[in-house]
């Protein structure tokens, strides 16, 4: 069955960049549209952005568009995601998910049926 771990979480201080990486195994990866998410304490899990599957499209959040890239590598069947300009806000547990949602449901946690076991990411001074 599909699985996905993230790597790369650690504590970073405001304004720092940090890459996180998912790694993807168990089926085809091509065929899979990866999504990052994050929860922070108390808060309700949101989404970070997505890369599609076919055709490589990118989606962001409001507070990710522009700080934020993710990006897709076949070959190694790993989506990763690069964030610059870090700000406390960000502070969260990072997953990755997979699945196959149409375009209008990828930024909806329940278009993804698999999950990994998250990453923390903590921006602090």
């Known amino acids: 069955q599909v699985q996905l771990v993230e790597s790369g979480g650690t504590l970073v201080q405001p304004g720092g960049s940090l890459r996180l990486s998912c790694s993807f195994s168990?089926?085809?990866?091509?065929?899979?549209?990866i999504a990052w998410f994050r929860q922070a304490p108390e808060k309700e899990r949101e989404f970070v952005a997505a890369?599609?599957?076919?055709?490589?499209?990118?989606y962001y959040s409001t507070s990710a568009k522009g700080r934020f890239t993710v990006s897709r590598d076949n070959a190694k069947k790993t989506v990763d995601l690069q964030m610059n300009r870090l700000e406390p806000e960000d502070t969260a547990v990072y997953y990755c998910?997979?699945?196959?949602?149409?375009?209008?449901?990828?930024?909806?946690?329940?278009?993804?049926?698999?999950w990994g076991q998250g990453t923390q990411v903590t921006v602090s001074s």
């Open positions: 168990g089926d085809v990866f091509s065929r899979y549209s």
């Open positions: 998910a997979a699945g196959h949602p149409i375009t209008s449901s990828m930024y909806y946690a329940s278009a993804y049926r698999v």
């Open positions: 890369v599609k599957s076919t055709g490589g499209s990118t």
